[in-house]
């Protein structure tokens, strides 16, 4: 049944039966997943799910995408494991609280359109890293800290349950959508396993093995931590690591639900709403987080297109919080441990070895290195930044070996130079390269109706080129040369030839 009442701002018509179904859907997906990272972290499973309520409920108001879902998400916490390690839970608080910050100054200044900059070989790399981070980990539980504190790899019976039990749990994931999908398949498999544990008493390792829940409401709470520089140095870059992870995982999910649904998301709106989600995380106790990108597609494909489903999502979790506690400390960890490993054999983008005899080189080293540089360092933010700067050193090659020139001369002796292909740092050489000031006729025009003034390299050339013909008192013209060039020419009066009609005005970055 649909409705066309609006909630909060909508104007859409929303179908309640849907989003009723898809949030209840979405919370049952996002609660295996935020404990498990919480634990990954060695946090207590409350501020996971804390972080699902909390980043849940204020993006889903907020957020520049209806339909997006987002929660305790591991591509942010896997890089504030070695500071938890070090500094402690009170510092992963000011941390992300921090970094909600500098997200909202990317909202507030618009910057979130500067994700289209992020080519795709680098997003399968990042996204292959993070399978692997995720992967690996759950190897981890696998291993068991005894009294002295020693951690030592399970062994005997011990070791042929957990491992049993975490096969179980990734059939169950595997086959059962097969049987249908009106029911998520990480949640039949976490029941299935849990019933077999209590059924037949079978002695495993447990939530409450790792850290009780107490279920009680997020109460606000200042980090407890020096307010100093010293501080501010610690947390500062973790901060801004955790920040560029965030929005770049919440941006590209937004713009994979605007390619699935045909419909547009402000990115600056959302880059607001994660920020100020991830600052109220840092005052009440959540590990913080970001877009989920499996979640959002659980939420599509339960046929969800409005912010309903996320709002009841959130609130269902927080039910949990309060009344579910006991309940969640006896789910086993290998039920855990089978839906992350499948979550990350999913995030794994298969696709790009099927591929790789396709793709570039240039692309398939940029993918790999990201991917490694991931893996090595746990620093997704370095990572994609690298591949970012390597794929554009790449494109730069690319394109300075497409300059040319067509050379001609005209009835009047006038020679022509028609300029294809952009002029900037990397093409500049080749491009004065074509040009001979001693031989040329007394006029001499180069044409760029075909070609583009990029940056200051190559408004020098320009202007080097042009004194070199003036010194043979000769007259050099450029024609159909944009209006913001021109401006910063040097000797522009001397050397351009004005034709307003013909002249483009270029703009780097587009408003919208």
């Known amino acids: 049944m649909k409705n066309t009442i609006s909630l909060f701002d909508f104007s859409k018509k929303i179908n309640y039966k849907n989003e009723l179904l898809a949030g209840f859907t979405v919370a049952m997906t996002m609660i295996p997943e935020s404990l498990s990272f919480a634990i990954l972290a060695g946090l207590s499973p409350l501020t996971g799910l804390y972080a699902a309520f909390m980043m849940g409920l204020v993006t889903a108001v907020l957020g520049g995408r ?8 591991g591509a942010t916490i896997v890089v504030l494991i070695a500071l938890i390690q070090s500094h402690g839970v009170e510092y992963l608080f000011a941390t992300v609280a921090l970094a909600g910050i500098l997200q909202m100054a990317v909202g507030i200044f618009k910057l979130g359109k500067f994700v289209r900059l992020i080519p795709q ?11 692997i981070i995720i992967f690996m980990a759950q190897v981890e539980q696998f291993k068991i800290t005894d009294s002295s504190g020693a951690v030592s790899w399970l062994q005997g019976i011990p070791l042929y349950i957990m491992a049993g039990l975490t096969a179980l749990t990734i059939a169950v994931v595997y086959f059962f959508p097969k049987i249908t999908k009106t029911v998520p398949a990480s949640l039949v498999a976490i029941i299935v396993v849990f019933a077999v544990v209590l059924g037949f008493d079978i002695p495993t390792k447990t939530v409450a093995d790792i850290a009780h829940i107490s279920g009680n409401l997020p109460s606000f709470h200042i980090p407890q931590i020096p307010f100093s520089l010293e501080t501010l140095q610690i947390i500062f870059p973790y901060a801004l690591i955790m920040a560029g992870v965030g929005l770049i995982e919440s941006l590209l999910t937004l713009s994979m639900v605007d390619e699935i649904t045909n419909t547009k998301g402000d990115t600056n709106k959302e880059s607001l709403a994660q920020g100020l989600a ?3 995380n840092g005052f009440f106790g959540g590990m913080g987080g970001c877009a989920m990108v499996a979640q959002t597609l659980v939420n599509l494909n339960a046929g969800s297109r409005a912010r309903l489903s996320g709002i009841i999502a959130s609130l269902l979790i927080l039910i949990i919080i309060l009344c579910g506690a006991p309940v969640i400390e006896k789910i086993p960890m290998a039920a855990l441990v089978g839906v992350m490993m499948m979550v990350a054999i999913s995030t794994f983008q298969w696709v790009s070895i099927r591929i790789v005899n396709k793709m570039p080189k240039s692309d398939i080293f940029v993918g790999v290195t990201v991917a490694l540089i991931t893996v090595i360092l746990h620093n997704l933010a370095l990572a994609v930044l690298i591949g970012v700067i390597i794929s554009a050193l790449v494109f730069a090659w690319d394109n300075a070996k497409r300059i040319r020139a067509r050379k001609y001369v ?3 002796g006038i020679k022509y130079y028609e300029i294809y292909g952009p002029l900037f740092f990397g093409s500049v050489t080749a ?5 001979d000031p001693m031989n040329d006729p007394e006029q001499v025009v180069v044409d760029f109706k075909e070609s583009r003034i990029v940056d200051m390299s190559a408004i020098d050339a320009l202007d080097k080129l042009s004194k070199r013909y003036k010194q043979y008192h000769k007259t050099f013209h450029l024609r159909h040369l944009s209006e913001d060039c021109r401006k910063i020419l040097k000797n522009a009066e001397a050397v351009v030839e004005v034709n307003i009609q013909d002249d483009p005005t270029y703009k780097v970055m587009p408003e919208k």
């Open 410 to 412: 005209d009835e009047n």
């Open 278 to 280: 991830n600052i109220t």
């Open 431 to 435: 491009f004065t390269d074509k040009f």
């Open 66 to 73: 209806p339909g997006m879902v987002s929660g305790g998400a």
């Open 121 to 131: 070989p680098v997003m399968y790399g990042f996204l292959n890293g993070l399978a």
